[in-house]
């Protein structure tokens, strides 16, 4: 290996090690083509921005005289922004440095010669088939009119207009919508090509030589053609003799076939697709979310507990395989998406860090059999993720507890235990119940003991409860998951400790505020 | 009146659960079944086959039904409602405490004579979202209102108001002077108040007047004692 080469792959290492290096090029990925990331959302609507004032000022200059400032900024400073995000464009699409590296590593393995002819065909290849790319010749073109003394270059500020496409997503969907009828799009392009050449030389011919005709040359009876094929029909080049109208009449029925054949393209495409970008549009929206429970199945539990969630400021999406519920969850304006509960691609599908931002999986099927399923997919998933399950059969608890569940949810206990407490005692059920229930406006709550307010808060006395009208039920001590019920004045209130309180909603705010402006 | 006998219509799951929460509570507890009796089936409960044709002469007299409470808990919505509707039309005085699916079937029951109705749907979900949303609360209170706890929730009546004389209930400082906590007063005109609300400030405690209060077992009993309580 030359001197030369040696150090080229010396630095190509160096690069691939440098975590400085990296760490830049993942920002610039990130800004430029990592939809996930929030500084792309950003950095696309400035590019937006850019664009729309260039044309802007293109319009404006029409007829008035610009400022010299703006054609600065629009010759100059825009052409030099989309340059620099060409060149980075260009730069993150492959890495040079992966691929000298990949040809020392296989060199070395079959005991050959750095070949570095064959690293900058590779290079070459790969940026070459980047600058290819249709958007990339966009972002080429865009740049131009920098050099905006050549007048005709000016004309591409128009070509910024479809760098939109890059940035804004609904251009992107619509693209891949079209995209999904290439080959119907292909066979209908050549049928009317077909059309407008086997018409375009008839007409020529039949009316080239007739005085009285407006067609004189092979680009007139194009231009006739294709007006004539398109339906819109200007009447400015018409045929006159009786051979040129026959063709036309044919030319007119092709017409309304490949009008009719193009609008329904495009109606089932959008069709067809709808569904899928609707999901994506979700799967989007919920990646964005946190605190996100998540309900498998869609029944009339899970309707209650899906309302009162959402009440409450939780996150909520609802996967069910049957498409009828997700209707009906989507229509209580859910996130909802048809995706199989049991199964461990629906999970992989949503894009979710399970361990930051879902809070618990709720199995609420009013089926053992779907929830034992449910459950022991999504056990498979996350070891640690918390999964409540509706348990309809008692026999069927202890299949519930094998496959993973942290909670049992059995109906007809709570309903026992609602009964128990209702012969018991009736008034103190319903003072309990309507405190519960949030029916009035009497809540109960628990507010966690932060380091900020124990640093301020040290004993129960200083907590100033009745001061705020709030009855202070008793301190729950997280580390002895102990219950302290009605604690006196002295006793210690530590970081990590709850305290539960009941009073009106509006003076447990007041407190809360009190508590951590202290 | 003193209620010995509980009658639970629907030999379910939801019988079951019930009759075995309320077993401390009742010395006779029968749960009917609508049709036949499977022999081999295992009851810890009496169990007794009963029709909806609206001959109640057989339950009247083999049941003391003056003093018993009754559970609709028949799984068919309909055949629930239709058992309701025919226990009250004999049956004037009798508390039914009847099971709905939810909230729509709940204000049928409650029509057609039910005293009180469970809706199980409302009733779950509520569970399970105070489990997620307040699940050291809920965690509190189940053992206060279900467990063997010696913290516990009770009702008392006031019989004894001289004790309260020229004091609003909400300057009573409850926990420093009888160790318990007074959540909300019901009055005889049956409403309610939280025990920090404005009126709480303006209105004296009354004979008949019902304290909701919460404490120790043996401060709830002192405290029973001194305000003459039932």
Avoid at chain 1, 78 to 84: E, G
Avoid at chain 1, 499 to 508: R, T
Wanted: aromatic share 12%; hydrophobic share 45%; glycine share 4%.
């Amino acid at each position: 290996m030359g001197f030369f080469t040696r150090k080229l792959v010396d630095f190509a290492y160096f690069l691939n090690s440098s975590v400085w290096y990296q760490r830049k090029r993942r920002f610039f990925y990130n800004i430029l083509e990592n939809d996930e990331s929030t500084y792309k959302k950003y950095f696309d609507i400035f590019m937006m921005m850019l664009i729309i004032s260039s044309v802007s000022i293109l319009i404006y200059e029409v007829k008035r005289d610009v400022h010299d400032a703006l054609n600065i900024f629009n010759s100059y400073i825009i052409s030099f922004i989309f340059f620099i995000e060409y060149v980075l464009r260009v730069w993150i699409h492959s890495s040079i440095s992966k691929v000298i590296i990949h040809q020392d590593e296989y060199s070395d393995l079959l005991g050959r010669d750095f070949n570095l002819l064959f690293v900058f065909k590779r290079v070459f290849h790969d940026k070459l088939e980047y600058m290819l790319s249709v958007k990339a010749i966009i972002d080429l073109l865009a740049i131009m009119p920098f050099f905006h003394e050549l007048r005709l270059l000016r004309i591409f500020i128009l070509f910024r207009v479809f760098k939109l496409f890059r940035y804004a997503k609904s251009f992107q969907t619509f693209s891949s919508v079209l995209a999904s009828k290439k080959f119907e799009f292909f066979t209908l392009g050549m049928f009317a090509a077909i059309v407008i050449f086997v018409s375009s030389v008839l007409i020529y011919v039949m009316e080239a030589n007739d005085p009285s005709s407006p067609i004189d040359t092979l680009y007139e009876a194009f231009y006739w053609s294709i007006v004539t094929i398109s339906t819109v029909g200007y009447g400015d080049v018409v045929a006159v003799s009786p051979e040129g109208q026959l063709v036309a009449m044919i030319v007119i029925f092709a017409g309304i076939a490949v009008i009719a054949f193009t609008t329904s393209l495009f109606v089932s495409a959008f069709t067809e697709k709808l569904e899928d970008i609707k999901e994506a549009k979700t799967v989007q929206d919920i990646s964005k979310l946190n605190m996100i429970y998540i309900i498998c199945g869609y029944e009339n539990i899970a309707k209650e507990v899906a309302k009162k969630l959402l009440k409450d400021g939780f996150s909520v999406l609802v996967l069910d395989n049957s498409s009828q519920r997700i209707e009906a969850a989507k229509e209580d304006n859910i996130h909802a998406l048809n995706y199989d509960p049991g199964s461990i691609q629906s999970y992989a599908k949503l894009n979710l860090n399970f361990k930051i931002q879902v809070k618990a999986i709720l199995c609420l099927r009013e089926n053992d059999v779907a929830n034992v399923y449910t459950a022991l997919t999504v056990r498979s998933v996350d070891k640690d993720i918390k999964i409540m399950s509706l348990l309809i059969n008692k026999r069927h608890k202890n299949k519930l507890i094998s496959s993973g569940v942290n909670e049992i949810l059995y109906d007809k206990e709570f309903v026992g235990l609602v009964a128990r407490e209702y012969v018991g005692q009736p008034v103190a059920f319903e003072a309990i119940h309507a405190i519960r229930s949030e029916y009035t406006n009497i809540r109960m709550h628990e507010l966690g003991i932060t380091d900020r307010i124990s640093k301020t808060v040290s004993t129960v006395s200083e907590l100033n409860s009745t001061k705020y009208r709030i009855l202070l039920l008793g301190i729950y001590k997280k580390d002895k998951q102990h219950f302290f019920f009605n604690p006196i004045g002295s006793t210690l209130i530590e970081t990590g400790d709850y305290i539960l309180v009941i009073g009106n909603h509006m003076f447990i705010k007041e407190f809360m505020k009190y508590l951590s402006s202290k | 009146m003193n209620i010995t006998s509980a009658l639970i219509f629907g030999n379910n799951e939801y019988g079951q659960e019930i009759a075995k929460n309320i077993t401390h509570k009742y010395s006779h507890i029968t749960i009917f079944s609508l049709g036949e009796i499977n022999k081999e089936e295992h009851s810890d409960f009496n169990l007794e086959k009963f029709d909806l044709s609206d001959d109640w002469d057989a339950l009247r007299n083999e049941h003391d039904t003056k003093n018993s409470i009754v559970f609709s808990a028949l799984s068919d919505e309909s055949e629930n409602i239709f058992l309701t509707l025919s226990l009250r039309s004999v049956f004037k005085d009798i508390t039914i405490i009847a099971l709905a699916k939810n909230n729509e079937d709940a204000n049928k029951l409650k029509m057609a004579g039910a005293s009180k109705v469970i809706p199980i749907v409302e009733t779950t979900a509520n569970i399970i979202t105070d489990m997620l949303k307040k699940p050291i609360i809920t965690e509190v209170l189940h053992s206060i209102l279900y467990e063997d706890s010696k913290l516990k929730i009770i009702q008392i009546e006031v019989a004894n108001e001289e004790i309260f004389t020229n004091q609003y209930p909400a300057d009573i400082d409850w926990s420093d002077k009888y160790g318990v906590l007074v959540l909300s007063i019901l009055h005889e005109d049956e409403s309610s108040e939280f025990i920090y609300s404005s009126k709480t400030k303006h209105n004296y405690i009354k004979n008949g007047d019902i304290l909701i209060v919460v404490g120790y077992e043996k401060d709830l009993d002192k405290f029973k004692k001194l305000i003459g309580g039932k």
